[in-house]
């Protein structure tokens, strides 16, 4: 068994610097690796539930930041509660409050944008530890792990003020940027390795997929890239959490990288749906 790399490198966390709101989508479903950094960073998780009934706030004045999670359902499905959770995802947007999107919760804030969440065109999934490479932007953020862990079958498109991070081969966006405080990653960053256990013992017939990895192979790729990934999330995280703005991330650039006016436009694109004249999902 791999050992537990979560603890950040400041493990005391005596006081509370606020809530952070959990959207999840399953009785069963934990925020993982992601919500035992909280805490240990001192937040309260304020965990919502929305395909129970649970109301999502109208602001986030209340909250330090906003994460949406994974699911089994897919951002194009037309049940209520996604339309709605959709529709929600302004709040953070136009408030600029730190927000997150994880797998779904990311293809989740891509359709509040206009954009468009498909299948792999030759059918492929992505299960298991798959390649990802940082772009210049993302260098400038934090240091990225070589693999990263991977659940999904669907994909998401650019929209116009989008910021690419981090890209794969068979789903290209794979961590992206939407204004000055909106993240999105396609792969599980809340994955630790009893979760990952647990996962394909649970879907062990989608391990057949193309594109899917066995357990055997997902055990091996755990013991070698677990903790790059637990490194990325912590510096991830904090970065999230201080909201730091882009023209921070233009600085850090290299000479020669991309332009400052890149990370300019994107910091003045629309916020959401309202202002790109969308209409309603």
């Not at 919500?35 to 001192?42: D, E, K, V, W």
């Not at 919502?48 to 699911?71: C, K, V, W, Y």
Request: net charge neutral; aromatic share 8%; glycine share 10%.
């Amino acid at each position: 068994m791999l050992p537990s790399h979560d603890a950040p490198g400041n493990t005391a966390a005596t006081a509370t610097h606020g809530r952070i709101l959990i959207v999840l989508h399953r009785e069963q479903s934990s925020p993982g690796r992601v919500g035992r950094l909280l805490l240990q960073r001192g937040y309260e998780l304020d965990i919502r539930r929305p395909p129970l009934g649970d109301p999502l706030p109208t602001t986030l004045r209340d909250h330090a930041g906003a994460i949406i999670f994974g699911g089994p359902m897919s951002a194009n499905d037309n049940d209520a509660w996604i339309r709605t959770e959709t529709d929600w995802i302004g709040v953070p947007l136009r408030e600029q409050a730190p927000f997150l999107g994880i797998c779904l919760g990311a293809q989740m804030m891509i359709r509040h944008l206009g954009g468009n969440v498909t299948a792999h065109r030759d059918g492929r999934a992505e299960i298991g530890y798959w390649p990802i490479t940082p772009t210049p932007l993302g260098r400038a953020l934090c240091q990225w792990p070589e693999r990263v862990y991977q659940w999904h079958r669907e994909g998401f498109d650019s929209v116009a003020g989008l910021e690419r991070l981090a890209a794969g081969h068979e789903f290209e966006n794979q961590a992206v940027r939407y204004g000055p405080a909106a993240y999105g990653v396609q792969f599980h960053p809340e994955v630790s390795y009893q979760m990952m256990r647990r996962w394909t013992a649970a879907a062990a017939h989608k391990l057949g997929a193309p594109g899917a990895q066995d357990i055997a192979t997902q055990t091996r790729e755990a013991h070698r890239h677990d903790r790059a990934g637990v490194a990325w999330l912590n510096s991830f995280l904090d970065t999230w959490l201080a909201g730091r703005p882009a023209d921070a991330l233009a600085d850090a650039l290299l000479a020669g990288g991309e332009a400052r006016g890149h990370v300019r436009d994107a910091q003045q694109a629309p916020f959401d749906r309202l202002q790109h004249g969308l209409v309603t999902t």
